[in-house]
């Protein structure tokens, strides 16, 4: 009786799992990526000295961050001192 039950056991795992896995791929969807902008670098450029806690600094690091976006804009590449990276929209 035992080999009976386990031998329905087995195929009815193996259904369970292929309708598991079914409604999981059928649920998923594509991760796409929104295209890098230099307009969403200088927001993030900004974001950043805002957090920054010396005040004094803030006008400066914004004008830098206008800077930065006007040569993004011109080559596509986003310079933020530490890291450049290119490929970005010119928007």
């Known amino acids: 009786m035992n080999q009976f039950l386990d031998s329905l056991a087995t ?11 079914g409604i999981v791929l059928a649920s998923a969807q594509a991760a796409v990526a929104a ?3 230099c307009s969403g670098e200088q927001t ?3 974001s950043s000295c805002k ?3 010396d005040r004094s600094t803030l ?14 804009m011109k080559n ?3 310079d933020s ?3 450049k990276y290119c490929g970005l929209l010119k928007q």
Do not use: E, F, Y
């Open 11 to 21: 195929p009815a795992r193996r259904i369970l799992a292929i309708i598991a896995v």
């Open 35 to 37: 295209p890098m902008r």
């Open 44 to 46: 993030i450029c900004i």
């Open 51 to 53: 957090k920054n806690p």
């Open 59 to 72: 006008s400066i690091c914004i004008t830098n961050c206008g800077v930065r976006q006007s040569a993004c």
């Open 76 to 78: 596509g590449c986003w």
């Open 81 to 83: 001192g530490i890291q």
